[in-house]
């Protein structure tokens, strides 16, 4: 395992909230769904997670960026996507 200093997870954040305000992200949540459980999500409730967690060495780009909502968001917290898959399976939604 690698360690992620903290000037990469400040930069990547940035980066994320530059693309918040971005027309791609904007075309994005104009009517959308969450990622992960699929219910529908309005733009005021969306929110951005990172497949891959900046923590975990995710990036902040398009490929790695989904709408969410704050249930699945907060719940997901830093976990990866196969570590993700293992807490659904396990029943803790």
Known sequence: MFEIDDEFIQRERLKAKDLKKSRWWQNIIQKTQ???CLKPISREQV???HVVPISR???STAGNLVPACKACNEKKRSLTPVEWDEF???GRT
Do not use: F, K, P
């Open 34 to 36: 969450c990622y992960y």
């Open 88 to 90: 659904l399976q396990q």
């Open 57 to 59: 060495g995710g990036r």
């Open 47 to 49: 929110t951005m997670d």
